[in-house]
């Protein structure tokens, strides 16, 4: 039986120049010549082969970058907004606001978070979900905002469907640690996990597929891109169309200060018309590292930092100010028919290349773990379907307010374990200030979802309790 399907898999891989992944298949057992057999089978070799030809134009940003403009923009949370709808109605903060209660009243919003990272960076070999963050009870990534979903869920009477997104190095973990802390207050119907594909590493030299182990082909996930077939692949997207979802509201989990469904935010993709709405930060410098939001002939595109050249990242208005300023921060507004007739569209998404350093198996059996970059991972990005999108819109938040992206490992300078608790601390002080309370400087201020979504509820509450002032440690629960 064996021999059959190494001859099968023999004729298929030698007509695709891939035949070395066989190269130990004499050395395995059984079960795994079967692992390694159905990794095969699953793999597009002619796409992989084109892709790899293709590699120095898959996606050729200077055409964008030399015409690309500042993207008109809502800002949240201010009165003075002037762009509007489709028929030039400007759209108010308190419309927006009206707007997005009554969408999350009649159910039709749904949040997905990506999850498919893990904490290497961190030090930390688990799902970045589970990592540490809240700067005095230690809750974790996770626990933040399932919470938030529930208080988001519990003040509308709605329930929230919950996706998370995990990748095959996340999955089985993430499922046991959101099942172990019963999915922390959800019910188990609101809570939709499901695992995003994979895409093989080549070799940069040849093209050729690159073997993690002798029966192990290198895989990594395909990108937060990736979401779109996988919602499609998994039944998510009929599942979420039968219980009346009509906007998905989408973050990365490594940000704990993302305001899940604000409803303002909702409120200004739903009154733009727009098809997609993204969030974003104003850069302070030319060279920031964030997704660059542009417009280009009247279509919203994302041109990464890395892609964006110093000439076009430099240029400034008369004021003084960047003309390129609107950063991504990865939360999105998304209409779901959208995402059903994106999904059905094989262009929608283009690959992008990622130069890796990925060790592997050479066909002698010798484990390679390279200094210098040596693979091609193909990888899609959510932001692409950004120019597909009719009426795409963006929204200006308070980067202190709204981003806190936990990146690097203890004692970098930015986005590490230090920086976003003192952040999230530090925001929440600003809520007790409000209210009318005195913080001690060297006090960590937390505020759990379940206590208080927004700063108002949290002044009415702590206005009950009759607190002035903070000297210690305090978290609000």
Known sequence: MTDNIYQSLLEKLTAL??????????????????RLAEQIHAIDFVQLSRLYQERGCLFDVAPLAAKAQEPPAFRLEHDGNTIGNTVGNAISRQDAIQAGRKALSEGQVAVLVVAGGQGTRLGFEHP??????????????????????????????????FCVMTSPATHEETVDYVAENRRFGLAEADVITFCQGTMPAVSLADGKTLLAAPDQIALSPDGHGGMLAALKNNGVLKEL????????????????????????????????ESELTSQVIRKQSPHDRVGNIVSVDGRLHVIEYSDLPDAVAERRKPDGSLEIWAGSIAVHVMNLDFLERQADNAAA???????????????QGDLIKPSEPNAIKFERFIFDLLPSA????????DSKRHFAPLKNASGSPSDSPETVRKQVSDYYAEWLIKSGATVAPAAKVEVSPLFALSAETFAEKVAKNGMTAVTADVCFR
């Open 390 to 397: 009719n009426n795409a819109a963006v929204v200006e938040v």
């Open 349 to 363: 998404l283009p690959f992008h290349v990622a130069k890796k350093k990925t060790p592997f198996v050479t066909p």
């Open 241 to 272: 169309s039968a219980r009346g979802i009509r906007r998905l509201f989408y973050f990365q989990v490594d940000n704990p200060l993302v305001d899940i469904a604000n409803e303002e935010f909702l409120g200004y993709h739903i009154l733009a």
């Open 128 to 161: 970045k979900g589970m990592f540490p963050i809240a700067p005095v009870s230690g809750a974790t990534l996770f626990q933040i905002h399932f919470e938030k979903v529930l208080a988001r869920s519990r003040q509308y009477g709605n329930p929230i469907p």
């Open 17 to 34: 120049h891939q035949e070395h992944l066989l190269a130990h298949w004499d050395s395995l057992d059984s079960p795994r010549r079967m």
